[in-house]
């Protein structure tokens, strides 16, 4: 099972990214796909999440609005559509893979991560 986080790079206030995680070795629609992300000493946190077959979404409170999480599910990739960006979103991002979970944004559920890509948002 492998995930490969791209699109990642330097960007300015108010400016837009779109991650994507590219997956490998399992059916996506079949498991929780997670965005996560980490500033420098700081916690890792959830970010967004897709369900499993339904894709229901949830977003963290500080990106509602601004962010949206998709699936294609014939390219095996998960988006994450991220706008009006703010220097405090700035850190590494993570994608996670779970077949079952509980809370979909809860880090703690998913044993299957992908490298990280480095979102960097100043002027």
């Known amino acids: 099972l492998q995930l490969v986080e791209s699109g990642g790079g330097l960007v300015q206030p108010g400016g837009s990214l779109r991650l994507s995680c590219t997956t490998s070795g399992f059916p996506l629609d079949y498991y929780h796909i997670g965005w996560f992300r980490q500033a420098p000493g700081k916690e890792r946190e959830g970010v967004s999440c897709?369900?499993?077959?339904?894709?229901?979404?949830i977003y963290a409170d500080s990106v509602k609005g601004r962010f949206t999480i998709s699936r294609d599910s014939i390219k095996n990739t998960v988006y994450l559509q991220m706008n009006s960006l703010k220097p405090e979103d700035t850190a590494v991002y993570f994608c996670a893979a779970e077949e079952l979970v509980h809370f979909c944004h809860n880090a703690e559920e998913y044993d299957f991560w992908g490298q990280g890509t480095q979102v960097t948002v100043s002027a």
């Open positions: 897709i369900g499993s077959s339904g894709g229901r979404t």
